[in-house]
């Protein structure tokens, strides 16, 4: 990895507030973690010492040093799940993918199994997240058509058959600055983005921008049932407006859509609950 491939993503960021953090997103973005070579060259560039970079890149769980495959499962073994066979869970995923699940990457680079102590789901015990998709009271047999259903695509959309699903573009209800992010895409649209917290996290989201998909990317998993905090990335303004969620009563995350009206979507983890409404612009 030459330095001329590091030099264009540190001049994009290194005069941002917060620009290393910036600079190691898009660095991991590309190559999916951050190597060692690549880690020495920022130092150089942003004139920091290498021990300081390394810091960041271990302080925020978000970055990686090794290379994940192109699938992350994480097998819960905290305490209620463990006492409800999540060692056996985990045991199965090691035989069908053949590696340790002590982080551990399959040699085509397409799963990375790890195993964590607590997601913050014990009433879902014994829990597996895929790609940020909750799977609760697994057992053994369910493994392999867990691992098969990521192969396929976990919540697949389906762009040209499915004409409920559309692209939006949406801009902060407090500063009106724009929240998509055209170098970062999900679905292969640019996505929207968003800073999120829960209890001591606080870290960056990537929201699909097509209307009617759920995938996200974020940079810590969010245990499920939990409310997020959302905030614009640009104002700092918490977005959160006058109504609750229909289904479970968390509030809901008001965004302005570009050309009139407002989506909103609710802050609790694995709710599905969103609201499109085209014909007003008003938020309280």
């Known amino acids: ?16 507030r917060g620009g290393l953090i ?9 190559y999916g973690y951050l190597p060692e070579d690549v880690l020495r060259v920022v130092a150089e560039l942003t004139d920091r010492d ?7 890149a271990t302080f925020y769980r978000a970055f990686r040093l090794k290379q994940r495959g192109k699938h992350l499962a ?9 006492v409800r066979g999540g060692q056996s ?17 399959t040699p085509d680079k397409e799963f990375t199994l790890e195993t964590v102590r607590c997601l913050g789901a014990c009433a879902l015990a014994p829990i597996v997240v895929v790609d940020g998709h909750y799977f609760p009271h697994v057992n053994s047999g369910q493994v392999k058509e867990i691992l098969d259903k990521t192969k396929t695509g976990l919540d697949k959309v389906e762009l040209e058959k499915d004409q409920r699903i559309f692209p939006l573009e949406v801009n902060c209800p407090r500063c009106n600055h724009s929240l998509m992010d055209k170098d970062r895409l999900v679905d292969g649209h640019p996505s929207i983005r968003l800073t999120v ?6 870290e960056w989201l990537l929201l699909s921008s097509l209307y009617g998909s759920y995938t996200i990317e974020s940079g810590y998993e969010i245990p499920a049932d939990i409310i997020v905090n959302f905030f614009c990335p640009h104002c700092n303004a918490e977005l959160i407006g006058a ?6 009563n968390a509030p809901m995350v008001p965004m302005i859509v570009s ?4 989506i909103q979507i609710c802050s609790r983890r694995g709710c599905k609950s969103h609201m499109l409404d085209l014909s007003t612009t008003k938020v309280e």
């Open 1 to 16: 990895m030459n330095r001329e491939s590091v030099l264009p993503i540190v001049e994009k960021y290194k005069h941002h």
């Open 22 to 30: 910036s600079i190691l997103e898009e660095i991991q973005s590309k």
């Open 50 to 56: 290498i021990v300081d970079i390394y810091g960041i």
């Open 74 to 82: 994480s097998v819960c073994l905290g305490t209620a799940c463990h």
């Open 89 to 105: 869970i985990a045991d199965e995923f090691e035989h069908e993918l053949k590696i340790k699940s002590d982080g551990e990457t």
């Open 197 to 202: 917290s829960y209890g001591q996290e606080h």
């Open 243 to 248: 109504w609750n969620c229909s289904l479970c």
């Open 259 to 262: 050309g009139g009206g407002i």
